[in-house]
């Protein structure tokens, strides 16, 4: 039987199909054909820009965001497709937080939907900390269709890990 890292949790009738589908080949033309494009964002500055159009977008109220880029030291295989990190410094009599987000830098190749759900997901953190049940609603608000993609976000990364 085939380890499904990606797949951990699901049940045993959707792991079977995706073995079918692995094993027959048609996993890569399945994503394809429902992912063809791909997307531009191809520098940090690009980005930033697309992950603060998302934030003004829906996510008004929420802290700035100081720094998003890409960053290829991050461990897929370690289930972190981004972080989000808030940064607090005492300045003077002040604390101030700097809000970072980074991206894995397997997303500059990976189709827009997916980069799209990785920001998505970034940004709730902004408001809530925890993978709870607020924070899917917020993810869901985002992106209408978040739960389907990050579904076929482990699809295209456990595709990755049998080429």
């Given at each position: 039987m085939q380890e499904l890292a990606y797949l951990r949790g699901?049940?045993?009738?959707?792991?079977?199909q995706v073995r079918q589908l692995l094993a027959s080949g048609?996993?890569?033309?399945?994503?394809?054909?429902?992912?063809?494009?791909?997307?531009t964002v191809q520098s940090d500055r690009a980005l930033y820009?697309?992950?603060?159009?998302?934030?003004?977008r829906f996510?008004?109220?929420?802290?700035?965001?100081?720094k998003v880029c890409y960053d290829s030291r991050i461990n897929v295989v370690r289930n972190?497709?981004?972080l989000n990190t808030a940064i607090s410094r005492v300045q003077g009599n002040k604390l101030?937080?700097?809000?970072?987000?980074?991206v894995a830098a397997l997303f500059k190749s990976a189709?827009?939907?997916?980069?799209?759900?990785?920001?998505?997901?970034?940004?709730a953190h902004l408001k809530e900390?925890?993978?709870?049940?607020?924070?899917?609603?917020?993810?869901?608000?985002?992106?209408?269709?978040?739960?389907?993609?990050?579904?076929?976000?482990?699809?295209?990364l456990t595709l990755g890990a049998f080429e």
């Amino acid at each position: 039987m085939q380890e499904l890292a990606y797949l951990r949790g699901y049940p045993e009738p959707v792991l079977q199909q995706v073995r079918q589908l692995l094993a027959s080949g048609e996993l890569a033309g399945h994503l394809a054909k429902k992912y063809p494009q791909s997307h531009t964002v191809q520098s940090d500055r690009a980005l930033y820009d697309y992950a603060q159009e998302l934030k003004n977008r829906f996510l008004r109220n929420a802290p700035p965001l100081n720094k998003v880029c890409y960053d290829s030291r991050i461990n897929v295989v370690r289930n972190a497709l981004g972080l989000n990190t808030a940064i607090s410094r005492v300045q003077g009599n002040k604390l101030t937080a700097k809000n970072e987000i980074r991206v894995a830098a397997l997303f500059k190749s990976a189709p827009e939907a997916f980069l799209r759900m990785i920001v998505a997901h970034e940004l709730a953190h902004l408001k809530e900390k925890n993978h709870d049940k607020a924070f899917y609603q917020l993810c869901c608000h985002m992106v209408p269709d978040y739960m389907q993609l990050e579904f076929d976000l482990r699809l295209y990364l456990t595709l990755g890990a049998f080429e």
